[in-house]
């Protein structure tokens, strides 16, 4: 008769994390436990079940042949049990977990951080933690759940779709233009200072657009932060490239040549295959593509144009009819 331990739901739940991961410590976070726990319920997993499920080595668990086959089962088992817990504890706000988001930064502090409340409200036992420094998380590691990204990517095991597209205008402030006269054509910029981004520290090709307004600049300040680009802009350091829907919001700014130049860019949800199916990270990209959804206007300007010059009553009826 055998003496081995029977698993539990629980002994599974430490075994996606660890899989999904590949490192005891951030499966410990997302799991909101300790390190030995998770190491402590892997070997007790194994044991049960008498087989080898990980590789320990020196980079963390790799999933044996065995581990890969048992994943399956195991996320079929999750998706049921969370499914089970929605309908009897009342749907969404039954959703418990840390979902990891990698952003651009200009995307998470300018737009989605001042929605946070409305994500908080809908999903109370859900806790969200936002990354700006994309470039260093990596979705096939498992050290983002989900990423908000400027150009898709290429090849992986990534689900992917565009959450939207922005503008982007030549911004300067008013007193700059003041100071130094209107811009009337493409040629008159290189008579003028430009802000961007430090040309080998820019991460996605999306970012990568002075170029792509005149062949002939070349940022005279250059920093990695939009932000520090922005606030650069604002205090009369020159001109700077800038989405429309930060931009907007501080009416010293005027746009350069604006019936002339506008670049498009776009925002994609990535997401590795391993997740999209769990209920608490498909609400997260369910809330990011319905907050998007309801202020596309904000990220091209000619939609916000349509909109401000729409008529009260049309903009009310625009409003309830909905994207």
């Known amino acids: 008769m055998s003496t081995n331990p029977h698993f539990t739901w629980d002994d599974l739940m430490y075994f996606l994390a660890v899989a999904r991961t590949g490192q005891l410590s951030t499966a410990a976070r997302h799991l909101r436990t300790s390190h030995a726990t998770v190491s402590r319920r892997i070997d007790r997993l194994e044991f049960a079940l008498q087989v080898k499920l990980f590789e320990r080595n020196p980079r963390g668990y790799v999933l044996t042949a065995v581990g890969q086959r048992f994943i399956e089962t195991a996320e079929k088992i999750e998706a049921e049990a969370e499914r089970l817990q929605a309908e009897i504890s009342g749907g969404a706000t039954a959703q418990r977990g840390v979902i990891r988001m990698s952003a651009p930064e200009g995307f998470a502090n300018f737009f989605l951080t001042h929605r946070l409340g409305d994500f908080a409200a809908a999903y109370p036992n859900l806790a969200l ?97 939009i932000f520090a680009q922005l606030t650069a802009t604002r205090n009369d350091l020159g001109l700077g490239i800038l989405p429309h829907f930060i931009a907007k919001q501080y009416p010293e700014l005027e746009i350069v040549l604006a019936d002339e130049i506008e670049l498009r860019r776009s925002y994609w949800l990535v997401c590795h295959h391993d997740l999209r199916s769990l209920p608490r990270v498909r609400m997260v990209i369910d809330f990011l593509f319905d907050t998007v959804r309801s202020n596309m206007p904000s990220f091209l300007r000619e939609l916000d144009d349509r909109t401000v010059n729409m008529p009260a009553v049309n903009q009310l009826e625009n409003a309830q009819r909905g994207p």
Do not use: N, W
Request: glycine fraction near 8%; charge should be negative.
């Open 129 to 225: 933690e936002l990354v700006t420094i994309q470039q260093i998380m990596s979705l096939s590691r498992k050290e983002a759940d989900l990423a908000v990204s400027l150009d898709p990517p290429k090849a992986g095991p990534y689900d992917c779709e565009k959450i939207a597209d922005y503008s982007l205008h030549i911004y300067g402030s008013r007193r700059y233009l003041e100071r130094h006269g209107p811009v009337r054509s493409r040629d008159e910029l290189l008579q003028h200072p430009f802000i961007g981004y430090i040309e080998d520290m820019i991460f996605a090709p999306g970012l990568d657009y002075l170029g792509d307004v005149h062949r002939g600049i070349k940022a005279r300040f250059q920093s990695s932060s």
